[in-house]
Every structure is written in C-alpha cells, then in structure tokens.
C-alpha cells in the first residue's frame, strides 16, 4: 500500500540545535512531496513543497528539505531551531490522484 | 482573505449521538476534502468533493458518516450515530488546483480542525 513513513514520533531538542525530521514514501512512479507544520491551537501550513527540479527545497521560517530519489526520502532539516518552533510536523505524499497522504507526524519541543 | 473555517472547534458528545461538523472553504475553491487524524495515528484521507459533487469517497469508513456539499458552498459531515473509535481531529481542506500557485493560494488550505472526543 501507498505510504509516508516519519520515523521520529517525538523530538526533543534545546534551541539552537540542529534539527533533521525523516519521511520516507513508498511511491515508485512521480510523486509531489510535502512538509506541514501545526502550531498548538493553529491549523496545518505548508513548510515546503518538492514538485521537481532542484532537489533541494527551502521553505519558510528557514527550513529545508532534500529529495533523494534512491532512497524514497525527503528528510526535514534546519540548521538551528528556535523555541517558536515547537510544532507537530507531518510530511505528506501527494502521488498524482487529488489525495494526500500523511506520515504519522513528529512533535517537536525545543527547550528554551 | 478569509480561511478554512470549520465548526466547532470541539465537541464533546455520547456514543450514539449525532454529531454534524461544517465546513467553510476559502472563497472560489472548487475542491473540498475531508481528513482525519485519530489520537496517534497518521491523518487520513475520507472524502473529496469537486464542487457538490464527490469525487473521492474511498476513505469514508463506514456508513455512519454522510458528508453533503450543499451548493458548491460549505460542507456538512454527520456522524450517526457516533461510535467511541470515532474520535479524533477532523479536518477540513480546500484548493482550486492542488498543483497550480496562483492568486487563490498554492494547493491545500487547512481549517484548524474539529477535536471530536465520543464518551
């Protein structure tokens, strides 16, 4: 079955460290790639998004995402977290029909 | 430009209770999908609509639930009679190309959510 598979439940990090979430997808054809972020008590937004073209996506609030086709994965990376960033982050498939499909999710607290 | 917006925020009801969840789109969004996520788990997708019409409603998980879209406008999922595995948090999407940028917003817009919890 098509899935994301995000393989940390719960991060726990102290501010300005580095962050690295990973999502692994079970697609083999052309798949659109996605990273969400839920801040407590707000609705999901887009962090990033890969469609095609360089692998390497930046998104908003400094985050970035590699696509690794080899490897299925488009693992969620930061260079130094901040407390605001204490969120749940999901990583999403979008495998061509108008339905996405969600990881499990990852919380992250970052410690002041 | 207004958001998602989705009613209630919570609701807290007895098993074999209705429950009616609603649905706002933003303005001008032909697309409207239904997830949802139970405690734990991955959100899941239950039903896409194409103005009042639905177009994908594979994920839906049993008949107890009966999503409308009156007019193209907002949506409705009602729960009947509500069951204890049918908590969780029900989102709400919209998007009038999930793959075109444009003046409208790029892709899936979310609401916040209904936090269902069936006692």
């Known amino acids: 079955a098509q899935s994301v598979s995000q393989h940390n439940h719960h991060v726990i990090l102290s501010e300005a460290a580095s962050l690295e979430l990973g999502c692994n997808y079970s697609?083999?054809?052309?798949?659109?790639l996605f990273w969400y972020v839920q801040y407590p008590g707000q609705h999901l937004q887009l962090l990033l998004k890969?469609?095609?073209?360089?692998?390497l996506v930046k998104g908003i609030k400094g985050f970035e995402a590699e696509f690794i086709k080899s490897k299925f994965s488009f693992n969620l990376r930061k260079p130094s977290v901040q407390w605001s960033d204490t969120a749940e982050y999901f990583c999403?498939?979008?495998?061509?029909?108008?339905?996405?499909?969600f990881g499990t999710g990852t919380r992250l607290l970052v410690s002041p | 430009e207004a958001g998602v917006t989705q009613f209630p925020s919570h609701s807290v009801i007895e098993k074999g209770q209705t429950v009616t969840l609603r649905c706002d789109p933003i303005?001008?969004?032909?697309?409207l999908y239904w997830y949802r996520r139970v405690m734990g788990k991955e959100i899941k997708f239950l039903l896409h609509?194409?103005?009042?019409?639905?177009?994908?409603e594979s994920g839906m998980p049993n008949n107890r639930f009966l999503a409308e879209r009156t007019g193209g406008t907002y949506s409705t999922l009602k729960v009947q009679p509500a069951e204890l595995e049918d908590s969780g948090v029900y989102f709400c999407?919209?998007?009038?190309?999930?793959?075109?940028?444009?003046?409208?917003?790029?892709?899936?817009?979310f609401g916040s959510g209904t936090r269902l919890t069936v006692v």
């Open positions: 697609y083999g054809g052309t798949v659109n």
């Open positions: 999403a498939a979008h495998p061509g029909f108008q339905k996405l499909v």
């Open positions: 890969y469609f095609s073209g360089d692998p």
């Open positions: 999407a919209s998007s009038q190309d999930p793959f075109t940028e444009g003046a409208l917003g790029y892709g899936y817009t």
């Open positions: 609509f194409v103005k009042e019409s639905k177009q994908d």
């Open positions: 303005s001008g969004h032909d697309n």
